[in-house]
Every structure is written in C-alpha cells, then in structure tokens.
C-alpha cells in the first residue's frame, strides 16, 4: 500500500524580479492543490492587486525587527531596501504532516535555506533573454524607473549564484516553464530516498 509521505519536499524558487515567478508559480498552484506556498512577510508596500495574506503578509519594519528577535524566520534577507522573510512555524509544520512547500525567495535567502535544509530542491527561473527582462518589468507597470532599474542591476548579482541551484527553469512561456517544474517535482518524487516507504514490503 501507498503511505503518505513520511516529510514534505521543500522546494525553493528564485529568480530576478519581473522574470514571472508570481506568474509562473499561480498556474502551478492552479494545477498542483497538493503544494502549500509560503506566504512571506515583507516590508514593503503591496502593488496594486495584491492582497494581504496572500501575496504576502506586509509588516512594519518594527514587526519584521520583532519576528527576527524572536527567532520566527527560517530566513530572511535586505533586497533593495526592502525586509523579506520565511516565517518558519508555517512551512516546519506543513513540512511534518507531509505536505510540499514552495519557496519564492531570492538568493541570499535561498543560501540560508540551503545551509539549514539541503534535501530542499533548488530551482531557478530565468528569462528568455535580459532585454526580455526588462521588458516585463516596465509592462507589469507597478514600480518606478528607479525601482525598475534597482531590480535590474541585482539582476546580475542574482545570475552569478544559478550555479548554486539544483535546476534552471527558463520562462519563456508560462506553460513550458510550469511543465518544467512540474517534471521536476516528478522526478524529485521518484527519487529512492523518498520512496523508501514503497520498499519496505519487499525486505
Ligand atoms: P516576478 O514575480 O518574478 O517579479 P511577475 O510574475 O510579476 O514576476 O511577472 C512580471 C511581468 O511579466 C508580469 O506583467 C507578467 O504578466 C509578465 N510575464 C510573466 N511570465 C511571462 C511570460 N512567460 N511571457 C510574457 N510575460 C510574462
Ligand atoms: P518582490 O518585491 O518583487 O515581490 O520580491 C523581491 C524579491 O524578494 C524576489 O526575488 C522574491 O523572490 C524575494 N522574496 C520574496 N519573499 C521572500 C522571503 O521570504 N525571503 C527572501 N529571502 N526573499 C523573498
């Protein structure tokens, strides 16, 4: 018989900004109900659309200082000028009960997570091209010429730590980009350690 996973695969996605993780990973929660995101908290300021306890859970820079204090983030990181953190309680105990939790953090994040938990998968997503980039963020119209051009020079800094990850998603369409992922999970499903359980009737 089947049993249910004794521990849940962390996975965690990163990318530049404007690269369409939000997009990207909306059509993969629309297709896998099974995979919990984590909902960071962050410093900065929604964008037009975004919803509290959704997108992200928006805190003052007080409350984030106080959740550091207090040891709730398995992680967290500066990114242009803004606080982002993965608030640990929510994903440990999903993780527990067996459930996937997906990670949408950057790489200095994504580091910490990688020294704290290596079984984690590690994928990041990258744009068809840098002008592409670009691009999107000015089309997504939600942050300013200084922003935009912020978030685009840390692109760079960012490319320099793919090496780091396990896997290299290209989001040229959502649809190929979610496919990719999607077999990704399959494979890392199929892996012997974690279908240890499936073994155990043949010993
Ligand atoms: P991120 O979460 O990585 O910052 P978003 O998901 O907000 O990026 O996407 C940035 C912009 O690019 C949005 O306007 C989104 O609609 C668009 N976008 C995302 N994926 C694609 C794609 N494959 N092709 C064209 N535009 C895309
Ligand atoms: P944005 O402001 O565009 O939503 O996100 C900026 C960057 O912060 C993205 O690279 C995103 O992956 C990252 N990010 C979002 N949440 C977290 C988090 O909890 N921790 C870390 N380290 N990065 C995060």
């Known amino acids: 018989m089947l049993r249910k996973k004794e521990r849940g695969q962390l996975i965690v996605l990163s990318g530049p900004s404007g690269v369409g993780k939000?997009?990207?990973?909306?059509?993969?929660?629309?297709?896998?109900?099974?995979?919990?995101?984590?909902?960071?908290?962050?410093?900065?300021?929604p964008r037009t659309g975004e919803q509290d306890g959704v997108n992200y859970n928006f805190v003052t820079r007080e409350e984030f200082r106080r959740m550091i204090d207090r040891n709730e983030l398995l992680e967290y990181a500066e990114y242009v000028e803004h606080f982002y953190g993965t608030s640990?309680?929510?994903?440990?105990?999903?993780?527990?009960?067996?459930?996937?939790?997906?990670?949408?953090?950057?790489?200095?994040?994504?580091?910490?997570v990688k020294a704290r938990c290596p079984e984690a998968l590690f994928i990041f997503i990258i744009p068809p091209s840098y002008e592409e980039l670009?691009?999107?963020?000015?089309?997504?119209?939600?942050?300013?010429?200084?922003?935009?051009?912020?978030?685009?020079?840390?692109?760079?800094?960012?490319?320099?730590?793919?090496?780091?990850?396990?896997?290299?998603?290209?989001?040229?369409?959502?649809?190929?980009?979610?496919?990719?992922?999607?077999?990704?999970?399959?494979?890392?499903?199929?892996?012997?350690?974690?279908?240890?359980?499936?073994?155990?009737?043949?010993a």
């Open 22 to 45: 939000s997009t990207v990973i909306a059509e993969l929660l629309g297709r896998r109900k099974d995979i919990y995101f984590s909902v960071s908290y962050t410093t900065r300021q």
């Open 134 to 202: 670009s691009r999107r963020l000015h089309r997504r119209n939600t942050d300013s010429e200084e922003v935009i051009a912020g978030r685009l020079e840390k692109a760079r800094v960012e490319f320099r730590e793919v090496p780091q990850y396990d896997y290299l998603v290209i989001n040229d369409h959502v649809s190929s980009a979610v496919g990719e992922i999607e077999a990704i999970l399959t494979a890392a499903a199929c892996r012997v350690e974690n279908r240890r359980q499936l073994l155990a009737q043949f």
């Open 88 to 112: 640990l309680k929510a994903i440990q105990d999903r993780l527990e009960a067996g459930i996937d939790v997906l990670l949408d953090i950057e790489v200095q994040g994504a580091a910490k």
